[in-house]
């Protein structure tokens, strides 16, 4: 019913720049937030940063500052602008969405496939 597909991520040498971009699709009746996690071998899945319906955002401290969340609502469309990337921002990123469906009270979390990041140093 609900797809998120990313997109952007890549090979880049430290202190460039990457933008990845996610975007749902389906029935969707409103998507309440959205977020990017990452996850690097061999540690656990932690929130890089969020943004609500009302575009208010959080970022994690270790990417305040250099990366950027941005959201297309009639899109339902994400954007995270990574710049000044550093070697320990290699990760997986994943995209999540807090939604909800049409003809269903009901909230549901959807995830994406993941798109690999890789900052050489």
């Known amino acids: 019913q609900v797809q998120l597909v990313e997109s952007g991520g890549g090979l880049v040498q430290a202190g460039g720049s990457l933008r990845l971009s996610c975007a749902a699709s389906g029935s969707i009746f409103t998507v309440n937030f959205m977020r990017w996690y990452r996850q690097a071998p061999g540690n656990e899945r932690e929130l890089v940063a969020s943004i609500t319906s009302g575009s208010s955002v959080n970022y994690a401290d270790s990417v305040k500052g250099r990366f950027t969340l941005s959201r297309d609502n009639a899109k339902n469309r994400v954007y995270l602008q990574m710049n000044n990337l550093k070697p320990e921002d290699t990760a997986v990123y994943y995209c999540?969405?807090?939604?909800?469906?049409?003809?269903?009270?009901?909230?549901?979390?959807?995830w994406g496939q993941g798109t690999q990041v890789t900052v050489s140093s």
């Open positions: 999540n969405a807090n939604l909800r469906l049409f003809y269903d009270s009901r909230v549901y979390d959807y």
